[in-house]
C-alpha cells in the first residue's frame, strides 16, 4: 500500500475514532448526537474530497515539472553537443598546425640523430 494511501486511511480512521468518542462522551439527546455524527461524517467526507483533488493536482504539477525537467536536458543536453563541435571546428585548424610542428621537430630529431651517428 502507498504511503499516501496508509495516511488517507489514518487520518480517516483517526478522525472517526476522534468523533466518536467526543460524540459519545458529551451529554446530548440522541437526536443531537445523530445529527452531530451525520454532521462529522460529511466533514471527513468534504475533507478525503479535499485531499483527493489536492493529491490530483499535485500529481499533474509533479508530471508537468517532470516533463519540463525533461525537456530542459534534451535542450541543455543538445546544447552541449554543438558547443563541443563548434569548439572542435574551431581548433582544428591549431591541431593541424600542431601536428605538423610535431612532424617537423620530430624530423630534426631524427635528423641530428643522423648527423651525430654519423660524426
Do not use: C
Request: net charge positive; charged share 35%; hydrophobic share 35%.
Amino acid at each position: 500500500m502507498s504511503k499516501a494511501k496508509s495516511l488517507l486511511y489514518g487520518f480517516a480512521i483517526g478522525t472517526i475514532v476522534t468523533a466518536a468518542t467526543t460524540l459519545l462522551s458529551a451529554p446530548k439527546s440522541g437526536k443531537d448526537i445523530r445529527q452531530d455524527i451525520k454532521d462529522s461524517a460529511n466533514k471527513l467526507k468534504n475533507s478525503v474530497s479535499k485531499m483527493k483533488r489536492e493529491s490530483i493536482t499535485l500529481k499533474e504539477k509533479i508530471m508537468f515539472v517532470s516533463k519540463e525537467g525533461k525537456e530542459a536536458f534534451k535542450q541543455a543536453s543538445a546544447d552541449i553537443k554543438k558547443d563541443i563541435d563548434d569548439w572542435k571546428e574551431e581548433i582544428q585548424p591549431n591541431m593541424e598546425s600542431i601536428q605538423e610542428n610535431v612532424k617537423e621537430i620530430q624530423d630534426t630529431l631524427e635528423e641530428s640523430k643522423t648527423s651525430l651517428a654519423n660524426h
